[in-house]
């Protein structure tokens, strides 16, 4: 697929089919080729729908320590894989641009492709749980009546996000936007700079 062709709502699509499939997230919905914008796409989307899991699973109080410990190892390292995955959208992103020309006085966006892209697959999360309990017949009315609420507030943000990624991907064609890939470099994650892994402490 041609980096012109890509849009909001096809992003945003595929998160919702991928969140609708029973299959999902233990296995990947499609076969893209690896280093394909898609496949990072659907692969940023099934950590942050595992990593959804484990944060719920990691506020247990009726379980040992050892499995909350579990959890927050899980939880380290599906944070640290979405966060290369962001990346790695950013560089399939960037990859298919070589032969743009810059305008002169084009934008330098800070919210690159890739984390939009993230927090749409985050809220994509938000919005079908806050739905669940929304439908909820074992809490009070003011309950459902609030969640209500909530998910009519994320589905206008989410609005806003798609209109603000195909602004991005529309300028990034034309030349008028360009970013950068912003490095996380989680130092914490690193045996080597992390103080309690590296011996410094």
Not at 20 to 47: C, M, R, S, T, V
Not at 56 to 63: E, I, P, Q
Not at 84 to 107: C, G, M, P, Q, T
Not at 121 to 137: A, P, Y
Request: proline share 1%; with cysteine.
């Amino acid at each position: 697929m041609c980096l012109k062709d890509l849009n909001a709502k096809l992003v945003s699509d595929f998160h919702i089919e991928c969140l609708a499939n029973d299959n999902w997230p233990d296995n990947d919905l499609e076969n893209f080729e690896i280093g394909n914008y898609w496949f990072w796409i659907q692969k940023n989307h099934k950590y942050n729908c595992s990593l959804w899991d484990e944060e719920d699973l990691a506020r247990r109080v009726d379980v040992s320590d050892s499995e909350i410990a579990a959890n927050k190892r899980n939880i380290d390292g599906f944070n640290q894989k979405r966060n290369d995955a962001i990346e790695k959208i950013d560089e399939a992103i960037l990859k298919n641009l070589v032969d743009i020309k810059v305008a002169e006085s084009a934008w330098l966006n800070s919210e690159t492709c890739g984390s939009i892209i993230d927090r749409l697959s985050i809220i994509s999360l938000k919005i079908l749980h806050m739905g669940i309990q929304s439908e909820r017949v074992d809490i009070s009315e003011k309950l459902i009546a609030e969640a209500k609420e909530k998910k009519e507030r994320l589905i206008v943000q989410k609005a806003d996000l798609m209109l603000s990624l195909d602004r991005i991907f529309k300028g990034l064609v034309e030349g008028q936007i360009y970013y950068r890939v912003y490095r996380q470099f989680k130092m914490y994650n690193d045996a080597n700079m992390n103080p309690y892994l590296s011996g410094l402490r």
